[in-house]
């Protein structure tokens, strides 16, 4: 049975970095078949994709457009997670954070974690 | 990001059939997914690839997908399906969602 369990702040200042950690039980981020995404909610935003990592003889990332000159997502295989880095947040980066699973990179996710409430503010 | 338009609310007499509709541009050219979520709670996947079930889910969710618009259908609607739903999709590798419908069972 998969498993993620996501890690970090709660609570991140304006103009800093947003890091957050999703471990991963029952699959291997270096899966050749997975992919592995972040997506935020909040109340004005709805849901978002932020972007995605995945194995398939090298490493790749997507980024959505909205937040691409400001993300970095990392694969950790000595520790099988990922991590998501969003810099220079503001107020309107507050949400709640998902990683989640796609488990053949065809599009749909079916494993998600549990969520981490990030409020941006000093 | 890809658009893809929900209607904010649909409401539906328990064991009747619920319709909710995503709309985007040649959307029946790409695989819809949808996802349900109940309050404080993750989202779960109830249908991928336009028209399968993962294990687990109810018969009673189907879905389609052609032209412009995929359509998610709960037969037989019972009040635990009352929830937000979400369809998504994918554009040059850039996932986007719908804003949402909430689901009302009266």
């Known amino acids: 049975q998969v498993q993620l369990q996501q890690s970090g702040p709660g609570l991140v200042k304006p103009s800093q970095t947003l890091s957050l950690t999703c471990a991963i039980s029952g699959d291997s981020v270096s899966s050749i078949s997975a992919a592995w995404n972040w997506i935020r909610q909040s109340p004005s935003r709805g849901l978002e994709w932020l972007g995605r990592t995945y194995y398939r003889t090298k490493w790749y990332n997507d980024y959505a457009v909205s937040v691409k000159s400001r993300i970095i997502i990392n694969p950790d295989t000595s520790k099988n997670q990922l991590s998501l880095h969003l810099k220079s947040v503001t107020p309107e980066d507050t949400a709640v954070y998902y990683c989640?699973?796609?488990?053949?990179?065809?599009?749909?996710?079916?494993?998600w974690g549990k969520g981490t409430t990030v409020t941006v503010s000093s | 990001s890809y658009e893809l338009t929900q209607p904010p609310s649909v409401s539906v007499s328990p064991g009747q059939t619920a319709s909710i509709t995503c709309s985007g541009d040649?959307?029946?050219?790409?695989?819809a997914c949808w996802y349900q979520q109940k309050p404080g709670q993750s989202p779960v996947l109830v249908i991928y690839q336009d028209t399968k079930r993962p294990s687990g889910i109810p018969e009673r969710f189907s879905g389609s997908n052609s032209g412009n618009t995929a359509t998610l259908t709960i037969s037989g609607t019972q009040a635990m399906d009352e929830a937000d739903y979400y369809c998504?999709?994918?554009?040059?590798?850039?996932?986007?969602f719908g804003g949402g419908t909430k689901l009302t069972v009266l």
């Open positions: 040649k959307l029946g050219n790409k695989y």
């Open positions: 998504q999709a994918w554009d040059s590798s850039t996932g986007g």
């Open positions: 989640a699973r796609d488990p053949k990179g065809w599009g749909y996710m079916d494993v």
